[in-house]
């Protein structure tokens, strides 16, 4: 046994000594081959970023497998640039095996030919190389010639070889890099000499930091001065400001009046976005164009100029066509016992009123006029926009719809007096209703209206081209109700004097006897009160 192992000793070193001696040593490549793999330049991207300034960003597709030492840009003014011409090199790849430089030291006008470049331990490996003209203008610092409290006036100069399409002055309030590509203020150059400009920025606020930049463009893009901060000085003019007499919303042929109320301007010129202009200091216009119409009001004192603007909506008129002119004259006011059968207390005595001309309206206001002045519509029966406003009451009408219709127009309205409302009904003739002895031709009453209002010019108008002065609704006027007329004007005016409790109503309903439908016919009612039965007309 001992013999045995002995022997497996004896033997182990041996077979180890055969493995070491059997391992493959590496075959050297073949004469004329290098397992070398260089890195790879998918892309190069050139951009002037100022006069001077380039920046340029390369990527590699492919590293390779050699250590990179350093990597950059060369650059020169003669083809081929190596790393001996100039260079500029980085710290670290970015994302997707890019790397950024920017080159500056430039000179405009000047022909450039650029090269990425990587650099191994073995060799220098150049990527495509790029042709570029250095065509961004440059713009000297500005020269401030003068300030006023709304002016700054400038001088610059321009240091470029290359054509320039444009130039000028951009600026904008507080401190700050005003740029064209933000809408900043700006003012083109027109006149230039020797490669200089001088440019007058007006229309600027007084007591106000502006920061200024000068600007040139080429093809290759825009070159900037400097900022030049200017502060203006304080003026006489210290504001430009005026107040509306209407909504910012109106109707067409609204009448607005231009309260000014500026401070220490001297002068004033006015544009109301239809090409009427003005200088007054406190125009009245006439809006007739449909749209928005953006009013400019510019104030000025000794050249510094401020302005102030709004915008009014104009919108279509519903009121455009309503109005009928009624002549003046003498009529004698009451119940006429000749022409009508039945004769109210309320309606005695008949006397004489002398009634100066004016202008009525058509039509009992109907629901599409409410609605467009107020934004709503009270009517019980609101399915019909054409038919008369309803559940409105006295108080309604002359402390709402009446403001509210002149804040839309400019022009002054109000409720008929009651010898104006039964002087226009009567239509210059003398008939039981207002236009015929027979009701069914011009109003709408219990008998023929199946108790809902109707629309408005449904039946035949008066002598004065009025609708519905007897029935449809009752009307709203102006005056207290009195049991009947003892003591009543004889001018037209109306009678408010003692006051009551009570406002008079006239003209019949959709649901009332022919009785009440009656010329002469006299009703009242609480000024709160709202019923579906009563609305109203306006006079002026």
Not at 187 to 208: H, K, Q, R, W, Y
Not at 321 to 344: A, N, R
Not at 479 to 490: E, F
């Amino acid at each position: 046994m001992k013999g045995v192992y002995m022997t497996v000793l004896l033997t182990l070193p041996a077979l180890i000594l055969v493995n070491c001696t059997l391992e493959k040593e590496p075959e050297p490549p073949p004469a004329g081959t290098t397992n070398r793999v260089d890195p790879v330049f998918s892309s190069t991207t050139l951009k002037a970023i100022s006069h001077d300034s380039i920046r340029a960003e390369a990527r590699l597709s492919d590293l390779g497998n050699l250590n990179i030492l350093k990597y950059g840009w060369v650059w020169s003014q003669n083809p081929e640039p190596m790393l001996n011409d100039n260079n500029l090199t980085l710290d670290s790849l970015g994302i997707n095996y890019s790397f950024v430089s920017v080159i500056p030291g430039l000179i405009v006008g000047n022909t450039y030919h650029l090269r990425p470049f990587v650099a191994t331990g073995a060799d220098t490996i150049y990527g495509p190389e790029t042709t570029y003209l250095m065509g961004i203008p440059k713009v000297n610092d500005m020269i401030l010639l003068d300030t006023a409290a709304c002016l700054v006036r400038v001088k610059c100069s321009l240091q470029s070889p290359i054509l320039y399409t444009a130039f000028g002055i951009v600026y904008d309030i507080g401190p700050g890099l005003p740029t064209l590509q933000q809408n900043d203020g700006q003012a083109p150059g027109t006149v230039i000499s020797n490669d200089s400009f001088e440019i007058d920025l007006t229309m600027l606020n007084p007591n106000t930091l502006y920061s200024l930049r000068a600007y040139a463009i080429s093809d290759s893009g825009i070159g900037y001065s400097r900022v030049l901060p200017v502060t203006t000085p304080f003026s006489l003019i210290e504001s430009a400001s005026f107040a509306i007499s209407t909504d910012a919303k109106i109707f067409k042929g609204a009448i607005v009046t231009f309260t000014n109320t500026s401070v220490g301007a001297t002068s004033f010129s006015w544009d109301f976005g239809d090409g009427v202009p003005s200088t007054e200091a406190s125009p009245t216009h006439i809006f007739n164009n449909l749209g928005n119409m953006t009013v400019v009001m510019t104030a000025e004192n000794g050249g510094c100029r401020l302005t102030k603007d709004t915008v009014l909506t104009v919108t279509s008129n519903p009121f455009e066509d309503y109005w009928v002119p009624v002549p003046g004259g003498i009529f004698m006011m009451g119940c006429d016992e000749t022409v009508q059968d039945t004769c109210l207390p309320s309606e005695l005595p008949v006397h004489e009123v002398t009634i100066s001309a004016f202008e009525m309206g058509r039509t009992e206001i109907n629901q599409e006029q409410w609605q467009a002045v107020t934004g709503w519509n009270p009517s019980a029966f609101n399915t019909c926009l054409y038919c008369p406003v309803e559940l409105v009451s006295w108080d309604q009408i002359v402390n709402e719809f009446i403001p509210a219709l002149y804040r839309k127009t400019g022009r002054n309205y109000r409720l008929p007096t009651e010898a104006e409302w039964e002087y226009a009904a009567r239509g210059g003739a003398n008939t039981k209703y207002a236009g015929s002895n027979d009701l069914d031709m011009v109003g709408w009453h219990f008998g023929n209206s199946a108790l809902i209002t109707q629309p408005v010019e449904g039946k035949e108008d008066n002598g004065y081209g009025l609708f519905d002065m007897s029935g449809n609704v009752w009307e709203w006027v102006e005056d207290y109700w009195h049991n009947d007329y003892t003591g009543a004007p004889t001018d037209g005016s109306p009678w408010v004097d003692p006051p009551g409790f009570a406002r008079v109503m006239r003209g019949g309903s959709y649901r009332t006897d022919p009785l009440f439908c009656r010329i002469s016919s006299r009703s009242s009612l609480s000024s709160i009160t709202k019923r579906s039965d009563v609305g109203f007309r306006l006079a002026r």
